[in-house]
């Protein structure tokens, strides 16, 4: 026990590098957040789009999103970060990680949102469009705050899936919680500082979790 | 004349719903469209304001061709009320925010302005105490009076109602028919497709009989319903006494 005391709760050297895990995860959190943000507006964008059914733009969004959602995001991240240098594309790892993650929760959402459009009943379309709503109206007013609801559940576990993935940024040298982890991992010798990111992950993402199921309830509603 | 349909033709595809409609409805006149179901009666209504595009034909709404290319066709249909049988209530707006939406959205009107109008208006379908009630928490009859109060307020030309109480369990279809008497009686032009036959006995000025797309006959309520020139008529009014 006391081996393993040693080996995984070192407490020294927990407090030597708690200071780079915490500064790691005021990284993560900056990083989780703007991923959140600019993919769930994005992905919103994109499904309004989609909902005027022009043909080509349609055939673009489609294929953009099964794209994103069959490549790996890691393989997204490197070739940001690897790739685009050698055709005179240069971007921090910090933007090449947000960008990539962005682009698949982007690509996600708007498939949930565009599945949460097509439940809207045409019933609710025809009434608002009958009173003389246009088509904008219509799916501002009646139709997306519908259809967001319905998206809740699924959006909230597909953007906590996403914004977990920001441990990828470690590959390409970001400074969040498990390159900071891992690096004081090699410093120390010691896996110690592994468990206290796991830990910071936990006291980020618990909280998370919680307060998609507290909007879960909160936004439903019998129909 | 407030709505003036001539030889309208609908088809979906190779399928030919409307064979060429002529209707003319003039204010204040409340016309009844029965027939069999797959007639067309809910096409001709939806063609009426353009929820469904008609193949041929005219359309004219006070006066207005609602098919010129460039028509402003928002403007037209808050002209023309609807109502359908399955009520289209917004669910996640109370019963005051489903009757002012169109009024601030469409009308502009102020928040309290819009306020007014729609609380007179659910006022007129006795739902005054409803205001803050959602869709959920009324009964369907209650739901189908909000429908109305949310055409209503919006002062429309003509009422279209499509299969109002089809929907309702029969005990709560009388509370519907005597909001849409009254309306009848204040001088509301309406166009009515229902199978409500005592109510069309008793409300209407005129019926129609449809049947595969076509207008068979129409007339005074006594007529059509005591003495029908046509068998098929005679045949569809027999079928749905059972």
């Known amino acids: 026990m006391g081996r393993f005391a040693d080996t995984f709760l070192n407490w020294a050297v927990m407090a030597q590098y708690a200071p780079r895990i915490l500064e790691g995860t005021w990284v993560t959190i900056r990083l989780a957040l703007a991923v959140a943000i600019a993919g769930i507006a994005c992905g919103l964008f994109l499904s309004v789009l989609r909902a005027f059914r022009f043909r080509a733009i349609n055939v673009l969004i489609v294929f953009a999103v099964d794209v994103l959602r069959a490549l790996p995001p890691l393989v997204i991240i490197i070739a940001f970060y690897f790739a685009l240098p050698t055709v005179g594309v240069r971007m921090s790892a910090w933007v090449s990680t947000w960008l990539a993650l962005s682009l698949v929760l982007m690509a996600f959402s708007e498939e949930i949102f565009w599945a949460g459009i097509l439940a809207v009943p045409r019933g609710q379309w025809e009434a608002a469009r009958s009173t003389g709503l246009s088509f904008l109206q219509t799916l501002r007013d009646v139709v997306l705050p519908q259809a967001v609801r319905l998206t809740i559940p699924p959006l909230t576990n597909r953007t906590i899936a996403i914004t977990k993935n920001t441990a990828l940024g470690a590959v390409v040298a970001v400074g969040e919680i498990l390159y900071q982890a891992q690096s004081a991992y090699s410093f120390s010798y010691n896996p110690s500082p592994l468990l206290l990111g796991a830990a910071a992950y936990l006291i980020l993402f618990i909280p998370v979790v919680c307060f998609g199921r507290w909007i879960e309830t909160r936004f439903a509603w019998k129909r | ?242």
């Open chain 2, 1 to 242: 004349m407030i709505l003036d349909v001539a030889a309208l033709h609908k088809a979906f595809g190779r399928l030919e719903v409307l064979k060429g409609i002529d209707l003319r409805v003039k204010p204040g006149e409340l016309v009844f469209v029965i027939g069999p179901s797959g007639a067309g009666k809910s096409t001709l209504l939806r063609c009426c304001n353009r929820l469904e595009e008609p193949t041929s034909g005219s359309i004219k709404v006070e006066g207005v061709d609602i098919l010129t290319p460039g028509v402003d066709i928002n403007a037209i249909r808050r002209r023309i009320g609807m109502v359908f049988q399955s009520f289209n209530l917004y669910p996640h707006l109370d019963a005051l925010g489903n009757v002012t939406l169109a009024l601030q959205r469409v009308l502009k009107k102020s928040r309290s302005e819009a306020k007014d109008i729609g609380a007179a208006a659910l006022q007129r379908v006795g739902l005054g105490e409803k205001e803050k009630a959602y869709p959920n928490e009324l009964s369907g009859g209650q739901q189908q009076r909000v429908a109305i109060a949310r055409a209503l307020a919006l002062e429309p030309a003509i009422l279209m109602f499509d299969e109002p109480t089809s929907a309702l369990d029969p005990e709560l279809v009388g509370s519907v028919l005597n909001v849409m008497r009254e309306l009848r009686e204040s001088g509301m032009t309406m166009v009515v497709v229902s199978h409500e036959m005592r109510f069309a006995r008793s409300a209407a000025d005129r019926v129609l009989f449809m049947d595969q797309g076509r207008i068979l006959e129409e007339g005074a309520p006594q007529k059509i319903f005591n003495s029908p020139e046509h068998q098929r008529v005679r045949e569809f009014l027999v079928s749905i006494e059972r």
